[in-house]
């Protein structure tokens, strides 16, 4: 996750966002595992049918980069309303 929050950090810079990288611990009650893990933590996530032991960097990265063009957006409607008034 550090090569990819560095990532990150350098392609969102030169926008003035600044990733940070939050780690919360989840319990089994609002996280149920299945049968695969075992009595391993469960770390499964699937997306769009193919399911991933861990969240590959190409996943996270994409979803950090949906999260921050929907910020610019926005930071962009909230420019305008400020012009128009």
């Not at 921050?68 to 409607?77: F, G, K, T």
Request: proline share 6%; net charge negative.
């Amino acid at each position: 996750m550090e090569r990819a929050i560095a990532k990150l950090e350098q392609s969102l810079r030169p926008l003035g966002i600044e990733p940070r990288l939050e780690v919360r611990e989840l319990d089994e009650k609002s996280f149920p595992c299945c049968s695969v893990c075992g009595t391993s933590p469960c770390r499964t996530v699937e997306v769009a049918g193919v399911s991933f032991e861990t969240i590959p960097e190409e996943l996270f990265l994409k979803a950090a980069l949906v999260a921050a063009s929907q910020l610019l957006s926005v930071e962009r409607d909230a420019g305008a309303l400020e012009h128009d008034t």
